[in-house]
């Protein structure tokens, strides 16, 4: 079985013929056994577009007209401070888990005072220079027509991923969203955020809290994994009864520095593409 799209410059594999008996094993299964497991910025969204970095889920509302100048000052040393702590791969991940957590609070807090209005969301989001990836039409609507759930795990803010997709038109019935969720009180304004801090290092136990919604998927033993970082390889932690785990990570930034750990963690590495190419390949072929 041969995918051309296998051939792209952008594609590497550590071992191309494990790859090709996974995805027999899954297409003699059949998509019917299929569930998708993805992280959303800088998986499902671009890097960067004509040279320019795009927007994650926090930055949208960070760049937006919503914050002022000084709470944007606040968050972006905040960013300098703790993304080089995230994707430097020499640093285990028992160290970075609790400044992951700083960050995420510390930003958090600082949205808080900001008192966001729930109305205000979709303006800011359609504003934003945020973009899915090359392919997401082809992606969304062929997992919905083909009625294979796709759970997107976020360390974003649910609020605004979810308003990324409805604008595009892909917010489907199979679509189920894990994230940081904004609560906003009687009027509108946000005053916290729900449950548990989902940051990228946690996803694992956001995966066990959601053993329910695994457990309905039991009869969905083969999973295709998509993520940015090393923390999504987790993700897939809570589902039962695996049969089959094809893991594709996107190597965004910082290549040369994180090329071979993301060869020995994910079963393709995609370096600096910013399509969906690759991933549209295999689910036409399940």
């Known amino acids: 079985m041969l995918i051309p799209e296998f051939a792209n410059i952008s594609v590497c594999m550590k071992d191309p013929e494990r790859v090709q008996d996974i995805i027999v094993s899954m297409q003699k299964a059949g998509s019917n056994t299929l569930q998708v497991i993805a992280d959303f910025d800088m998986t499902l969204t671009r890097f960067a577009y004509n040279g320019k970095r795009c927007p994650t889920c926090h930055n949208i509302l960070d760049n937006s007209l919503l914050i002022d100048d000084e709470c944007k000052k606040e968050l972006k040393d905040l960013l300098n401070t703790y993304y080089p702590i995230e994707i430097d791969s020499s640093r285990p991940v028992e160290e970075k888990l609790p400044l992951m957590v700083e960050w995420w609070t510390k930003a958090h807090e600082l949205l808080i005072e900001q008192r966001i209005r729930k109305d205000d969301l979709a303006k800011v ?15 969304f609507d062929h997992l919905h027509e083909h009625s294979i759930p ?27 969203v894990f994230s940081n969720y904004m609560d906003f009180d009687e009027l509108g304004v946000l005053h916290g955020f729900k449950g548990e801090l989902i940051h990228v290092y946690n996803k694992r136990e956001g995966a066990m809290l959601n053993t329910g919604h695994f457990r309905e998927l039991r009869a969905r033993p083969n999973v295709l994994l998509l993520g940015d970082s090393l923390g999504d390889l987790s993700m897939a932690d809570g589902v039962q009864d695996m049969e089959n785990i094809l893991k594709i990570g ?37």
């Open 150 to 176: 796709l759970l997107i795990f976020s360390a974003g803010i649910g609020d605004i991923l979810e308003e990324v997709i409805r604008q595009a038109g892909v917010f489907h019935s199979n679509v189920n």
């Open 250 to 286: 996107f190597l965004n930034d910082k290549v040369e520095d994180r090329r071979q750990f993301y060869l020995d963690s994910f079963d393709i590495v995609l370096v600096k593409d910013e399509t969906l190419d690759v991933p549209n390949a295999i689910i036409l072929r399940l």
């Open 125 to 139: 989001v359609s504003q934003s220079e945020a973009k899915l990836r090359e392919g997401y039409g082809f992606f």
